[in-house]
């Protein structure tokens, strides 16, 4: 059973090009999966797996006191798993077909108002090149919605400042083209041309953000910046790259964006996960009603 969790682990590396967090989370359940059956059920190959076997396995799950989202995940690797044993012949039918996912609450992301990113946006100092590299790198997160990584990943090459977008490459290596502001431009005009030079100094590489010694940017550097961006705003609510993500998602659908563009942006692969983003706009505009409607 091992042997088959190696060939698909390396399936999801070399033919899905997973990110390594990915394949680990794979990994780290299916191996979980493999231990119950081979302790607890007494299987020890793949072709003697029944329904019944994953449904106990589910339980034995919440019995543990596993949350419904970290069950859900748990069977999805494991229907994707027995579907590469079917592909690749190790099985002739799939026990994993059928078994419903179980119910989950639906946790409504966190969002700073337009008000707050404002706020943040306008909280660097840009007198400095540190400041003016803060500045026009969250505008463009703001501007683009990319998650930390993608952003920390960015080369020179990536940034069209005249056509006014950028190519990203998110997850998978999938790579989308998302267009960039009046305002984002300009920030990042800036930057390069004044306030990069002077940092990078004798550091040559093609890194778009870079750090006060001229070296590419970490996430762990970005997250210290962001940390004490927050604080200087004085904004009170806690502040993460994803709330900014999702910020710029709902921002964009509370002004007439259509979501299937708002999920190319994103990088999506399912457009029920951009979907989120519409129940929060109905949230706040029943908040907005309910605080301003003489008759709410």
């Given at each position: 059973m091992k042997e088959e969790l190696k060939e698909f682990i390396t399936y999801l590396v070399v033919e899905k090009a997973l990110a390594?967090?990915?394949?680990?989370?794979?990994?780290?359940?299916?191996?979980?999966?493999?231990?119950?059956?081979?302790?607890?059920?007494?299987?020890?190959?793949f072709r003697d797996v029944k329904k019944s076997d994953i449904l106990h396995f589910l339980h034995h799950l919440n019995e543990r006191g596993r949350a419904n989202s970290t069950i859900a995940r748990m069977l999805s690797s494991i229907r994707s798993f027995h579907q590469f044993l079917i592909r690749e012949a190790f099985i002739s039918n799939d026990p994993s077909v059928n078994i419903e996912m179980?119910?989950?609450?639906?946790?409504?992301?966190?969002?700073?108002?337009?008000?707050?990113?404002?706020s943040l946006l306008e909280t660097p100092d840009q007198s400095t090149p540190l400041g003016n590299r803060n500045k026009a790198m969250f505008e463009l997160l703001y501007a683009t919605g990319v998650r930390v990584s993608e952003l920390c990943g960015l080369r020179l090459e990536d940034v069209h400042l005249n056509m006014g977008f950028i190519r990203c490459l998110g997850k998978g290596n999938k790579e989308r083209i998302i267009p960039l502001g009046k305002i984002a431009v300009e920030a990042l005009h800036y930057y390069l041309q004044e306030s990069r030079p002077h940092l990078t100094k004798r550091e040559y590489h093609q890194s778009l953000f870079v750090n006060h010694h001229g070296r590419p940017l970490s996430r762990q550097g970005f997250w210290k910046v962001l940390k004490q961006l927050a604080i200087d705003s004085k904004i009170e609510k806690e502040v993460t790259p994803?709330?900014?993500?999702?910020?710029?998602a709902t921002h964009l659908l509370e002004n007439g964006a259509d979501l299937r563009a708002v999920q190319e942006m994103l990088g999506h692969a399912d457009i029920s996960t951009t979907q989120i983003y519409t129940h929060v706009t109905k949230v706040r505009m029943r908040e907005v009603y309910t605080q301003y409607h003489p008759r709410a």
């Open positions: 390594q967090n990915s394949t680990r989370a794979y990994e780290r359940d299916l191996s979980a999966y493999i231990v119950y059956l081979n302790t607890v059920e007494q299987i020890f190959t179980p119910k989950q609450n639906v946790t409504l992301p966190k969002i700073l108002s337009t008000l707050e990113v404002e994803h709330i900014l993500r999702h910020s710029f």
